[in-house]
């Protein structure tokens, strides 16, 4: 069973910054992509950052390129998301997903909240 716990969430001024983790656990977590999703309120979850299994390709949605940084370290079981100069429109809540054997994300985290203040 695949459990993703997320954490790192919090209340930052806009231009700040703040890391999030994900610690993973239920299978071998080096052998599939990671993402970061996030739902700001009345909003759709949208995809934000994602990261292959090895860790050398990236993608970012163009809002956040330049400013998050995702990695992960998969001898911890562990993917982060560095973000920064963050902006009051970042606020929202975070997951970490990752994907089935159909490259869906179909596995997801309890959310952490971040809210940027202005």
């Known amino acids: 069973q695949v459990q993703l716990v997320e954490s790192g969430g919090g209340l930052v001024q806009a231009g700040g910054s703040v890391r999030l983790s994900c610690a993973a656990s239920?299978?071998?977590?080096?052998?599939?992509?990671m993402g970061w999703f996030r739902q700001a309120p009345g909003k759709e979850r949208a995809l934000i950052a994602e990261?292959?299994?090895?860790?050398?390709?990236?993608y970012y949605t163009d809002s956040v390129k330049g400013r998050f940084t995702i990695s992960r370290d998969n001898a911890k079981n562990t993917v982060y998301l560095q973000m920064a100069s963050l902006k009051p429109e970042d606020t929202a809540v975070y997951y970490c997903?990752?994907?089935?054997?159909?490259?869906?994300?179909?596995?997801w985290g309890q959310g952490t909240q971040v809210t940027v203040s202005a």
């Open positions: 990261i292959n299994a090895s860790g050398d390709i990236t």
């Open positions: 997903a990752t994907i089935n054997s159909r490259n869906e994300y179909a596995y």
């Open positions: 239920g299978r071998t977590f080096s052998a599939y992509a």
